[in-house]
């Protein structure tokens, strides 16, 4: 009894046959039908038993369908192996054989390969990789403010219970950055820091190589304990196994209060990776306060994330402004938020550099392919089929672009190895997790082979329609087909030109932003000017007389040296960040709402060549018990007293009600705290009236006079013995750091476009020279005829003006494209800058010229009545 | 059939179809129908089960398959033992004597 029918999706549908399986069965029940009738059945029934007798057909002949297909594929397979195995002994032979154009075309390929790799590696190791913390994807950061941009209007949050919106989150982290003076030793030393919350080993997974985290006591703040990270424990401890439950006395900048005397509890370990680099000490946090990161809830997103957040804490600040509101953003982006253009534009400089390798390979693979013209017909002579000799040329064509690809993979690792480090420096953050660089997870091995796949093709393409044409025609040795179309000769070389112009393009507006920033007057001096920060323990200096009488101190004993012209104090220091303030004018209505603020010395402005443009500067009547002064930023004095009248007004600094009214007394140039173009206003206080506990020590060393740091970090001590000088380095530095990035992305890209640039230069100089051999015969004829040499000259320089004229514009579209794409890093250059664009077009058609002069003055050589007599 | 051929042991089918194919090439039917008649009816292979067995037999490499016409000039597929199909009736053979003289013992007055 045939069982019912089951569905049954056929395996390997395009491998069974139907037919045979059911031949087979219609056989064997003709021949029972046969046998039954001949017993005496009647046809009907003799049908019916011997279906009865079969069994269930429909069962049996999906299993043998499906045994007999797994058959021919497995047969199928062996087949394949074998011949692939064949080809690819072949290409090597070929390869071997023709070992010049191999290496050139090799090392070419692999060269731009590594480039493309070790791009490809950079942006995986920032854009791609998580950070090194458990769910990395689910942490986000808070914002006081609804976009990235610093709000102008935060209320007062001081009364917020953050506990409430932590419920919302699934962990948060909690900190409260701080710097630490260490005493003892041979030497105070100065660390960054940070008060943390216990999110901050519970949600960010941290955990001490060395003895413990904090436990909830020292959260509420029955001890005074730290955790040390590697770097300080082995510099300052020297790697002593013994230093858990050793103390040693620190001042905290933030929390005067804060006893000295610290128990060492942990060591964190040496790959510890943060956000910020406050890992030097971390000393639990006593009271709560608003979170800074937090782990979101499973299946929570980040727009809900941020509603939850507002919603538990917006009531709770019932006198804020109605626009203003918290937001989130994952703490990710946040990170590499300002390398990723730089990260992307890398990526798009080597892609269009890979590119121009790329079609360059494959007009060198079709000139070459077209001159093997007589091996590919000796090889359909000999019976090679069309597809089998496909396969050949794409077997050649993988080989090649593996050896390449081999090759450039392991170029791209040196290369990140040595550069490594460099690159990181130069794009500002760090890796995140502290990884290396070039890392072969799946997704670069994948993209590494998808390209090493359309390299292939390309360069097999032409190869593969050459041998197909060897099939159809019988030729002399040497001579190519009449009818061989250069369209793709010539689609490859116009494209090589036009992806070079874009990467030159790119290069050039890059470059360009680079000097711009570079060459921007700031508003000061930097040369020889030398800066560190320096701490006054609020437990030695705790009122401002003694602030102030250090700060003067340290001022004179600076400039007391030799090698120091004059000294003076601020903070925070020029070209640093700094929360802005708001600054209000007497007049109704005025207001600066961003504006920055520095506390300064006398000498301040004269250190710097900061330029006076009316009023004085500070002078020694400017103490605490005169009259507040301030001095303001032309932009400052411009937006108040738009009809002038700065001077002898008077302006309040920040919203709190208490602070005093100030007079203004000067006003200088404004000076750039940024590689921005947009600058804040600026406003300059006395700190002979506002001794602030840190504060920048500034030198202009004597010019021609190599400074003394050491020297300088002693006359400060000598003024007491825990003033230390951190973060030490001179302003130019400073400078140029900010124009780190720009400086560095335009010298990579300058390098690639000149690499693409001679590329494309030998790539079409080569294929005008084939284009000539192919020629000679119309050529000789012409110069028969009566044609002189010089005609010839410029007809083969003029079609291949034409080729350049096009693809230049052809480029000129795609730069247009790029200059987009790269607009928000340019700076004081449009995307569309004419000038730029007709530059590089200059340039690509002056080299393009002077790669066609050989084969045309070739061709202006060609003997006819040799050639004719060959011909 | 005088009475119920004897229930198959699972994989003396393969035996059985090898022995077939031991005596000449032949088609599914003409292997059914042996087998059949050598043994006078005592055994007997259900013919999906015999099919599903060749093909088997055929990805396994005992058998190889040929299409051809059968005497009545039907197209039919034959199937004739390879050198491993030969080598593989000899062992499994082998261990079904040694297998039915044990069982047999087992019977024997003591």
Same mark, same amino acid.
């Given at each position: 009894?045939?069982?019912?029918?089951?569905?049954?999706?056929?395996?390997?549908?395009?491998?069974?046959?139907?037919?045979?399986?059911?031949?087979?069965?219609?056989?064997?029940?003709?021949?029972?039908?046969?046998?039954?009738?001949?017993?005496?059945?009647?046809?009907?029934?003799?049908?019916?038993?011997?279906?009865?007798?079969?069994?269930?057909?429909?069962?049996?002949?999906?299993?043998?369908?499906?045994?007999?297909?797994?058959?021919?594929?497995?047969?199928?397979?062996?087949?394949?192996?074998?011949?692939?195995?064949?080809?690819?002994?072949?290409?090597?032979?070929?390869?071997?054989?023709?070992?010049?154009?191999?290496?050139?075309?090799?090392?070419?390929?692999?060269?731009?390969?590594?480039?493309?790799?070790?791009?490809?590696?950079?942006?995986?190791?920032?854009?791609?990789?998580?950070?090194?913390?458990?769910?990395?994807?689910?942490?986000?950061?808070?914002?006081?403010?609804?976009?990235?941009?610093?709000?102008?209007?935060?209320?007062?949050?001081?009364?917020?219970?953050?506990?409430? *919106?932590?419920?919302?989150?699934?962990?948060?982290?909690?900190?409260?950055?701080?710097?630490?003076?260490?005493?003892?030793?041979?030497?105070?030393?100065?660390?960054?820091?940070?008060?943390?919350?216990?999110?901050?080993?519970?949600?960010?997974?941290?955990?001490?190589?060395?003895?413990?985290?904090?436990?909830?006591?020292?959260?509420?703040?029955?001890?005074?304990?730290?955790?040390?990270?590697?770097?300080?424990?082995?510099?300052?401890?020297?790697?002593?196994?013994?230093?858990?439950?050793?103390?040693?006395?620190?001042?905290?900048?933030?929390?005067?209060?804060?006893?000295?005397?610290?128990?060492?509890?942990?060591?964190?370990?040496?790959?510890?990776?943060?956000?910020?680099?406050?890992?030097?000490?971390?000393?639990?946090?006593?009271?709560?306060?608003?979170?800074?990161?937090?782990?979101?809830?499973?299946?929570?997103?980040?727009?809900?994330?941020?509603?939850?957040?507002?919603?538990?804490?917006?009531?709770?600040?019932?006198?804020?402004?109605?626009?203003?509101?918290?937001?989130?953003?994952?703490?990710?982006?946040?990170?590499?938020?300002?390398?990723?253009?730089?990260?992307?534009?890398?990526?798009?400089?080597?892609?269009?550099?890979?590119?121009?390798?790329?079609?360059?390979?494959?007009?060198?693979?079709?000139?070459?392919?077209?001159?093997?013209?007589?091996?590919?017909?000796?090889?359909?002579?000999?019976?090679?089929?069309?597809?089998?000799?496909?396969?050949?040329?794409?077997?050649?064509?993988?080989?090649?672009?593996?050896?390449?690809?081999?090759?450039?993979?392991?170029?791209?690792?040196?290369?990140?190895?040595?550069?490594?480090?460099?690159?990181?420096?130069?794009?500002?953050?760090?890796?995140?997790?502290?990884?290396?660089?070039?890392?072969?997870?799946?997704?670069?091995?994948?993209?590494?082979?998808?390209?090493?796949?359309?390299?292939?093709?390309?360069?097999?393409?032409?190869?593969?329609?050459?041998?197909?044409?060897?099939?159809?025609?019988?030729?002399?040795?040497?001579?190519?087909?009449?009818?061989?179309?250069?369209?793709?000769?010539?689609?490859?070389?116009?494209?090589?030109?036009?992806?070079?112009?874009?990467?030159?393009?790119?290069?050039?507006?890059?470059?360009?932003?680079?000097?711009?920033?570079?060459?921007?007057?700031?508003?000061?001096?930097?040369?020889?000017?030398?800066?560190?920060?320096?701490?006054? *323990?609020?437990?030695?200096?705790?009122?401002?007389?003694?602030?102030?009488?250090?700060?003067?101190?340290?001022?004179?004993?600076?400039?007391?040296?030799?090698?120091?012209?004059?000294?003076?104090?601020?903070?925070?220091?020029?070209?640093?960040?700094?929360?802005?303030?708001?600054?209000?004018?007497?007049?109704?209505?005025?207001?600066?709402?961003?504006?920055?603020?520095?506390?300064?010395?006398?000498?301040?402005?004269?250190?710097?060549?900061?330029?006076?443009?009316?009023?004085?500067?500070?002078?020694?009547?400017?103490?605490?018990?005169?009259?507040?002064?301030?001095?303001?930023?032309?932009?400052?004095?411009?937006?108040?007293?738009?009809?002038?009248?700065?001077?002898?007004?008077?302006?309040?600094?920040?919203?709190?009600?208490?602070?005093?009214?100030?007079?203004?007394?000067?006003?200088?140039?404004?000076?750039?705290?940024?590689?921005?173009?947009?600058?804040?206003?600026?406003?300059?206080?006395?700190?002979?009236?506002?001794?602030?506990?840190?504060?920048?020590?500034?030198?202009?060393?004597?010019?021609?006079?190599?400074?003394?740091?050491?020297?300088?970090?002693?006359?400060?001590?000598?003024?007491?013995?825990?003033?230390?000088?951190?973060?030490?380095?001179?302003?130019?530095?400073?400078?140029?750091?900010?124009?780190?990035?720009?400086?560095?992305?335009?010298?990579?890209?300058?390098?690639?476009?000149?690499?693409?640039?001679?590329?494309?230069?030998?790539?079409?100089?080569?294929?005008?020279?084939?284009?000539?051999?192919?020629?000679?015969?119309?050529?000789?004829?012409?110069?028969?005829?009566?044609?002189?040499?010089?005609?010839?000259?410029?007809?083969?320089?003029?079609?291949?003006?034409?080729?350049?004229?096009?693809?230049?514009?052809?480029?000129?579209?795609?730069?247009?494209?790029?200059?987009?794409?790269?607009?928000?890093?340019?700076?004081?250059?449009?995307?569309?800058?004419?000038?730029?664009?007709?530059?590089?077009?200059?340039?690509?058609?002056?080299?393009?010229?002077?790669?066609?002069?050989?084969?045309?003055?070739?061709?202006?050589?060609?003997?006819?009545?040799?050639?004719?007599?060959?011909? | 059939?005088?009475?119920?051929?004897?229930?198959?042991?699972?994989?003396?089918?393969?035996?059985?179809?090898?022995?077939?194919?031991?005596?000449?090439?032949?088609?599914?039917?003409?292997?059914?129908?042996?087998?059949?008649?050598?043994?006078?009816?005592?055994?007997?292979?259900?013919?999906?089960?015999?099919?599903?067995?060749?093909?088997?037999?055929?990805?396994?490499?005992?058998?190889?398959?040929?299409?051809?016409?059968?005497?009545?000039?039907?197209?039919?597929?034959?199937?004739?033992?390879?050198?491993?199909?030969?080598?593989?009736?000899?062992?499994?053979?082998?261990?079904?004597?040694?297998?039915?003289?044990?069982?047999?013992?087992?019977?024997?007055?003591?």
């Amino acid at each position: 009894m045939p069982s019912p029918r089951r569905f049954r999706f056929p395996r390997m549908f395009w491998l069974r046959d139907r037919h045979s399986v059911e031949d087979e069965f219609a056989h064997h029940l003709a021949m029972r039908e046969g046998a039954l009738i001949s017993q005496g059945l009647p046809p009907d029934e003799a049908r019916a038993q011997a279906r009865r007798e079969f069994g269930n057909a429909d069962d049996a002949r999906a299993y043998c369908e499906d045994v007999d297909a797994a058959r021919v594929q497995r047969s199928r397979a062996s087949l394949w192996a074998d011949e692939a195995g064949h080809d690819v002994r072949h290409a090597i032979r070929q390869i071997a054989r023709h070992r010049g154009f191999a290496m050139s075309s090799i090392s070419v390929l692999a060269l731009g390969l590594a480039l493309f790799i070790s791009a490809l590696g950079v942006a995986d190791a920032y854009l791609m990789r998580g950070l090194p913390f458990p769910d990395a994807d689910r942490i986000v950061m808070t914002r006081i403010g609804p976009t990235a941009e610093f709000p102008r209007n935060v209320p007062d949050l001081r009364n917020v219970d953050w506990r409430v *919106p932590a419920r919302e989150f699934d962990g948060v982290v909690a900190w409260d950055l701080d710097g630490f003076t260490i005493m003892g030793g041979e030497h105070p030393e100065f660390a960054d820091g940070a008060w943390v919350s216990p999110g901050y080993f519970d949600v960010l997974g941290v955990r001490p190589s060395l003895g413990r985290a904090f436990d909830s006591s020292e959260y509420a703040g029955t001890a005074r304990v730290a955790v040390i990270s590697d770097g300080l424990w082995k510099r300052r401890f020297g790697a002593d196994p013994q230093v858990v439950g050793t103390s040693v006395r620190m001042f905290s900048i933030d929390r005067p209060a804060e006893q000295e005397l610290v128990t060492i509890v942990g060591v964190l370990p040496p790959d510890a990776w943060h956000v910020n680099r406050f890992t030097e000490v971390i000393r639990p946090l006593t009271s709560p306060r608003q979170f800074t990161l937090a782990r979101m809830k499973a299946g929570m997103t980040l727009p809900r994330a941020q509603d939850r957040l507002n919603a538990a804490v917006l009531p709770q600040v019932p006198s804020r402004d109605s626009t203003w509101s918290m937001s989130l953003v994952s703490l990710h982006d946040d990170y590499v938020m300002q390398a990723r253009p730089a990260i992307l534009a890398l990526i798009g400089g080597a892609l269009l550099t890979l590119l121009i390798v790329i079609t360059n390979a494959a007009g060198m693979s079709a000139v070459r392919s077209a001159k093997r013209h007589g091996e590919f017909a000796v090889r359909a002579a000999l019976g090679a089929g069309r597809a089998r000799i496909a396969r050949q040329a794409v077997a050649e064509s993988l080989v090649l672009t593996g050896f390449a690809a081999v090759i450039g993979t392991g170029v791209a690792r040196i290369l990140m190895g040595v550069a490594g480090p460099a690159i990181e420096l130069r794009l500002g953050i760090s890796v995140p997790g502290g990884g290396s660089l070039l890392q072969f997870d799946w997704r670069i091995v994948a993209l590494v082979s998808l390209t090493v796949l359309i390299a292939a093709m390309l360069t097999a393409w032409r190869a593969i329609r050459v041998h197909r044409a060897a099939l159809n025609v019988s030729l002399r040795p040497g001579q190519s087909p009449g009818f061989e179309k250069t369209r793709f000769r010539n689609v490859v070389m116009g494209a090589q030109i036009a992806f070079t112009f874009a990467l030159l393009t790119g290069a050039a507006l890059m470059g360009r932003s680079a000097w711009n920033m570079t060459h921007e007057p700031l508003g000061f001096e930097h040369r020889d000017v030398f800066l560190g920060a320096v701490l006054l *323990p609020r437990s030695r200096f705790a009122d401002d007389t003694s602030r102030l009488k250090a700060t003067d101190e340290m001022i004179a004993a600076a400039g007391a040296r030799p090698d120091v012209a004059m000294a003076a104090s601020a903070w925070p220091p020029p070209f640093f960040g700094g929360a802005p303030v708001v600054v209000h004018g007497e007049r109704e209505g005025a207001t600066s709402n961003v504006t920055r603020r520095t506390w300064v010395s006398a000498d301040y402005f004269k250190l710097l060549d900061i330029r006076q443009i009316d009023g004085r500067a500070f002078t020694l009547a400017d103490v605490i018990t005169a009259e507040p002064v301030a001095v303001v930023g032309e932009r400052l004095a411009r937006l108040l007293w738009p009809s002038g009248g700065a001077i002898g007004s008077r302006i309040r600094v920040g919203s709190d009600a208490g602070a005093p009214w100030r007079r203004v007394v000067g006003i200088v140039e404004d000076t750039k705290a940024s590689a921005e173009s947009v600058q804040p206003a600026e406003i300059y206080l006395p700190l002979s009236q506002n001794p602030v506990s840190f504060v920048a020590t500034i030198v202009k060393w004597k010019p021609g006079v190599a400074g003394n740091i050491n020297e300088l970090r002693k006359a400060l001590g000598s003024v007491d013995e825990t003033l230390a000088l951190t973060n030490a380095r001179t302003l130019t530095s400073m400078v140029e750091q900010s124009t780190q990035r720009p400086r560095s992305l335009s010298l990579l890209l300058v390098v690639f476009s000149v690499f693409g640039l001679l590329l494309s230069a030998v790539g079409l100089a080569s294929a005008l020279a084939h284009g000539v051999a192919q020629r000679r015969p119309e050529l000789a004829v012409r110069l028969a005829l009566g044609a002189s040499p010089l005609q010839i000259f410029s007809m083969i320089v003029r079609d291949a003006s034409v080729l350049v004229g096009t693809s230049i514009a052809a480029g000129a579209v795609l730069s247009i494209a790029v200059a987009r794409a790269l607009a928000g890093q340019l700076y004081g250059v449009s995307a569309a800058d004419p000038s730029t664009y007709a530059a590089i077009a200059s340039l690509v058609a002056v080299v393009a010229l002077v790669a066609a002069v050989v084969p045309a003055r070739r061709a202006a050589t060609v003997d006819p009545a040799r050639t004719l007599r060959a011909g | 059939m005088p009475r119920e051929p004897l229930d198959l042991l699972h994989g003396t089918v393969d035996l059985l179809i090898l022995k077939a194919l031991s005596w000449e090439p032949m088609h599914g039917y003409g292997v059914s129908r042996e087998i059949r008649e050598r043994t006078k009816g005592e055994l007997s292979i259900e013919d999906a089960a015999l099919y599903k067995a060749l093909h088997r037999l055929e990805a396994a490499g005992d058998v190889e398959s040929e299409w051809g016409a059968s005497d009545n000039n039907r197209r039919a597929k034959f199937y004739r033992l390879t050198a491993e199909g030969r080598a593989r009736l000899r062992t499994e053979a082998a261990r079904w004597r040694r297998y039915g003289t044990a069982v047999l013992k087992l019977f024997e007055p003591a």
